[in-house]
Nanobody, 130 residues
Framework: QVQLVESGGGSVAPGDSLSISCAVSGVTFSNYAMGWFRQAPGKEREFVAF????????YYSDSVKGRFTISRDNAKNTVYLQMNSVRPEDTAVYYC???????????????????????WGQGTQVTVSS
């Protein structure tokens, strides 16, 4: 059974840093690209960051580019999201997701929509407030 379990969420002040992680089991982790999404109250789920199967290629939404860093450790079956200089508008439930779409193909596929992902975690709350 595939499981994605996020951890590390919490409450932080604006300008602080926070790191969240997602442990994956039940699949061969390196066969999947990973993404982070978030959903704020009353808003649709939105793409945050993408990392390919090897970890060498990443992609970010404009709203977090330069502040957030996605990474993965294939030996630990874990993907991370380092969030720096957080803002109140970063407040949301953060979800990790896994996709096998185009993984290891000739042309790398950068998956930025929810529909492209096959497996999801349960989410972890991040609250940014003074």
């Amino acid at each position: 059974q595939v499981q994605l379990v996020e951890s590390g969420g919490g409450s932080v002040a604006p300008g602080d840093s926070l790191s969240i992680s997602c442990a994956v089991s039940g699949v061969t982790f390196s066969n999947y690209a990973m993404g982070w999404f978030r959903q704020a109250p009353g808003k649709e789920r939105e793409f945050v960051a993408f990392v390919n199967w090897s970890g060498r290629n990443t992609y970010y939404s404009d709203s977090v580019k330069g502040r957030f860093t996605i990474s993965r450790d294939n030996a630990k079956n874990t993907v991370y999201l380092q969030m720096n200089s957080v803002r109140p508008e970063d407040t949301a439930v953060y979800y990790c997701a896994a996709t096998s779409k185009g993984v290891k193909g000739i042309v790398m596929v950068i998956a930025t929509t929810s529909e492209e992902y096959e497996h999801w975690g349960q989410g972890t709350q991040v609250t940014v407030s003074s």
